[in-house]
C-alpha cells in the first residue's frame, strides 16, 4: 500500500507575501525582545570597530548637509540612541565637521523599539507622530534633541537598512 503525501496549494506571489507579512507579525507578538542579546552584542564590540562601521555611513548619508554647516550648531555636542531597556544604545557627537561615534552618556538620550528606530531610519512615518505617540522619548537635554530631530526632519536623506547592512562591504548608501 502506498501512502501519498497531500498537495499543498502554490499560493501566488502576493499571497505568500501575506502570509510572510502575517508569520513575521505573529513571531514578533510572542518571541521575547531581541534587546538583551543586541545588548550584550553592542558590550561585547569594541568602540573602534563600532566607529568604523557607523560613522563613514552616516558621515556620507549627511556629506551635502555638513558641508552646508547644518551641523554646525551641534559641534562638541553628544546625543545618545538607545534601544528601550538600556540596551544596545550608540552615542553620536559632532566633532570637527564630522559625526562621530563616542563612548558614554550623551547629553541627551532618545529612546525608544528598534521597530521606531527603524521607522524613523526609513522616513516611514513623521518623526513627531513617534514621539508624541512616546514611540521615542528624549530624556536629559530636550532641547538638543529637538533640535537633532527638527534638522533631520529637515533634511532630503535617506536611509535603506538592508542596503546599509550590505553596504558594510561595498560601502553604498541611497
Not at 26 to 48: K, Y
Not at 117 to 136: C, G, I, S, W
Amino acid at each position: 500500500m502506498q501512502l501519498s503525501m497531500p498537495r499543498l496549494p502554490v499560493l501566488p506571489p502576493r499571497q505568500s507575501g501575506d502570509l510572510f507579512d502575517q508569520s513575521l507579525a505573529v513571531l514578533r507578538e510572542f518571541l521575547p525582545s531581541p534587546a538583551p542579546l543586541l545588548g550584550t552584542i553592542d558590550r561585547s564590540i569594541p568602540l573602534p570597530l563600532k566607529q568604523l562601521a557607523v560613522e563613514a555611513p552616516l558621515n556620507r548619508v549627511f556629506a551635502e548637509a555638513m558641508a552646508e554647516g547644518e551641523f554646525d550648531d551641534f559641534e562638541g555636542r553628544r546625543i545618545r540612541l538607545e534601544v528601550t531597556g538600556g540596551h544596545p544604545g550608540l552615542t553620536l557627537g559632532f566633532q570637527n565637521n564630522r559625526l562621530r561615534v563616542f563612548a558614554g552618556p550623551g547629553e541627551a538620550t532618545i529612546r525608544g523599539s528598534l521597530a521606531a528606530f527603524k521607522t524613523l531610519a526609513e522616513r516611514k512615518q513623521d518623526p513627531d507622530q513617534l514621539f508624541f505617540q512616546r514611540r521615542l522619548v528624549i530624556e536629559g537635554d530636550t532641547e538638543l534633541g529637538l533640535a537633532l530631530k527638527n534638522l533631520l526632519d529637515s533634511l532630503e536623506w535617506q536611509i535603506n537598512l538592508r542596503q546599509l547592512l550590505r553596504s558594510g562591504r561595498s560601502g553604498a548608501v541611497s
